[in-house]
């Protein structure tokens, strides 16, 4: 059966395969370049959007200005009104369009006149003229015929040639007679989108807007008020062409065609009509690029005056990439296969010495494990010489104080007997042997005393009554020796735990109570004993001043280690938490063994039975 081999076997130095590393290299060096050239593509589409916003704003701002200097013109009627031809001449001449505001053609104020007094208005702006020295033609109302109301061209500056336009009636054309109407009433600035025909041309557009001037100080609440108080409106007149070349032609990129539309309903039911484009102006000039071909495109939103229009800018995108950008792509390509190339070959090297790498590392993880199997049994045997010899140390102290109490407390006793009765006879008779038997009485009761507390200390007989019994009797010595306020929480009352887990249990509870008074400088203790018939936990806490790190691994303290060993042996857990400046806790938990259970009769244990004695 054939085996499968490793994708590392194909790199090894008894297979060459240095011609895998061709293809891949040319791989690597073709996603180079692609994703080099959608980064530029991405950057250069950002840029174009940049510009054109950059140029929709410009737009936006002229827009603005152009209805600023309506506004402002309508404020001089307001101000000045009635306003002669010599004054609007003035203000428009200090405007300096063709400097400032280039695309503007004209500025014109058509005034409000009723049938009854078109004559009167005619014969006034016939003098006008002749006082001005103006009077090319006679000045009329244009085209003829009566009609209820007119609003006349009266003054437009720039003049024109022959000042044609001067007299048109705007309100005789059926659609600018319905803007007139509602600029009127509505009283606001007014933008029908209608071109203008004068202006009109090939790729050439007009618009206007127009103001209503009413009289000073007249109220214009209503739509009443308004159509009593209003005298005119002042309108101007702007090419489109000269508005948007002059923002294309500041644009950094070139062969940018824009496009306005005017996507608002006209009065005439049209949507989308064209104001300009640029590409029927300049052609755009086409060249070759490196990079793949496409065509950036973005529509911008305009406002003009409550009609919306489209801003629409495109270009080649050749035409955005610069020389260097044009070779990058190529650049990383070349890298990619380079770079890709020398690592392969860098690789295919190394894996000559990867068969004899990983047979050293197999021997030596050998070695390793063997020593570790061996250090693990070492460990083991420790653990058990451990246990064996705490085990022998228990069993003899057991056995010392035993023989402690039966020989030695028997011994005392006996003399204590006699030094009894030797006091009571000399207690008369012989006054000071009487004192010296009182004395010597008094150093043997002492003696009991001393002997009690070694064999105590030896193992306490108060064991054999149960560890509940011993906590209890411990806790009471702590106090007693040291005056630290100690609780004991004992929950349990009768648990299946050996002889040995028992004694266990003591001594940890001796070496934490010893170093809380050693080390703590607590005020008060707690003690938990608690089961959940699984397991028992003994929790001891302190609120002393806590172990700080350094202290738990000190050269030397072995107490906790030997808190630690205890519990291992036994197979339980034990755990330490403390804080610095609150106190620390030992927790220790052994499982519970069922054992035979030997109920010990309070009052026949070890200690009780020669209490008497001793």
């Not at 996603?31 to 510009?51: G, K, L, M, V």
């Not at 000045?139 to 061209?153: D, H, N, T």
């Not at 270009?315 to 190529?330: H, I, K, M, Q, R």
Request: charged share 20%.
């Amino acid at each position: 059966m054939r085996t499968l081999q490793s994708p590392l076997n194909l790199f090894s130095t008894t297979r060459p395969v240095m011609w895998v590393g061709l293809p891949l290299s040319l791989a690597v060096g073709l996603a180079f370049y692609f994703t080099t050239a959608s980064s530029i593509e991405s950057d250069s589409r950002q840029r174009f959007a940049a510009h054109a916003q950059n140029a929709s704003n410009i737009i936006v701002a002229r827009i603005k200005s152009y209805t600023d200097v309506l506004r402002g013109t309508a404020s001089i009627f307001q101000t000045s009104y009635p306003l002669t031809r010599r004054q609007f001449h003035g203000y428009v001449s200090g405007l300096q369009l063709e400097k400032y505001f280039p695309a503007i053609e004209a500025i014109s104020y058509a005034e409000y006149v009723k049938d009854a007094d078109r004559d009167a208005f005619e014969r006034r702006m016939n003098q006008e003229l002749t006082t001005d020295n103006d009077m090319t033609q006679p000045f009329k109302i244009r085209p003829p015929g009566r009609r209820a109301e007119y609003s006349v061209l009266t003054y437009i500056e720039p003049l024109d040639n022959g000042n044609k336009a001067a007299g048109f009636d705007l309100q005789a054309n059926p659609l600018q007679h319905a803007n007139q109407i509602a600029l009127r009433d509505g009283g606001q600035l007014i933008s029908s989108g209608m071109p203008i025909a004068a202006m009109a041309g090939p790729n050439r557009t007009g618009l206007g807007m127009r103001l209503p001037i009413y009289l000073p100080h007249a109220p214009t609440n209503t739509m009443q008020e308004r159509r009593d108080a209003f005298v005119g409106s002042v309108g101007i007149a702007f090419s489109v062409d000269k508005l948007v070349l002059g923002v294309i032609n500041q644009m950094p990129v070139q062969n940018v065609r824009m496009m306005l539309v005017d996507n608002a309903v006209s009065i005439e039911g049209k949507r989308g009509r064209v104001l300009f484009d640029t590409a029927l102006e300049a052609p755009a000039v086409e060249h070759s690029s490196l990079l793949r071909g496409g065509r950036f495109s973005t529509t911008l939103a305009i406002d003009f005056n409550g009609r919306a229009w489209d801003a629409v800018f495109s270009v080649d995108a050749s035409d955005l990439y610069t020389g260097f950008e044009e070779f990058v792509p190529w650049l990383a390509l070349l890298a990619g296969f380079v770079s890709t190339m020398l690592l392969y070959a860098l690789f295919h090297a190394l894996t000559s010495s990867r068969r004899r790498a990983i047979k050293m590392a197999k021997g030596m993880t050998r070695e390793l494990r063997e020593s570790q199997a061996k250090l693990q049994q070492s460990h083991q045997n420790l653990r058990r010489l451990a246990a064996h010899a705490d085990q022998i140390k228990e069993g003899e102290r057991k056995r010392i104080a035993r023989e402690i109490h039966d020989d030695l407390g028997q011994n005392l006793l006996a003399l204590r007997i006699e030094a009894d009765m030797l006091a009571t006879r000399t207690r008369e008779r012989h006054p000071r042997l009487h004192l010296r038997a009182r004395s010597t009485l008094s150093q043997i009761d002492a003696t009991i005393k001393s002997v009690r507390q070694i064999i105590n200390d030896l193992r306490p007989n108060v064991l054999d009554l149960g560890l509940s019994a011993a906590v209890e009797w411990q806790i009471a010595e702590f106090k007693r020796r040291t005056g630290i306020a100690c609780e004991l929480i004992d929950e349990p009352k009768e648990v299946l735990l050996g002889d040995h887990a028992a004694t266990a249990f003591f001594r940890i509870l001796q070496e934490s109570l010893s170093n809380i008074v050693r080390h703590a400088h607590a005020t008060s203790v707690r003690v938990e004993l608690r089961s959940n018939g699984r397991q028992l936990t003994m929790t001891v806490t302190d609120n002393g001043i806590g172990l700080g790190a350094r202290e738990r691994g000190k050269v030397g303290s072995f107490g906790l280690v030997g808190i630690e060993e205890r519990i291992s042996i036994l197979g339980g857990s034990f755990s330490i938490s403390s804080t610095d400046g609150e106190g620390t806790t030992v927790c220790v938990s052994v499982p519970l063994h069922a054992e035979p259970h030997h109920a010990v009769t309070p009052g026949l244990g070890l200690h009780d039975r020669h209490a008497a004695t001793v």
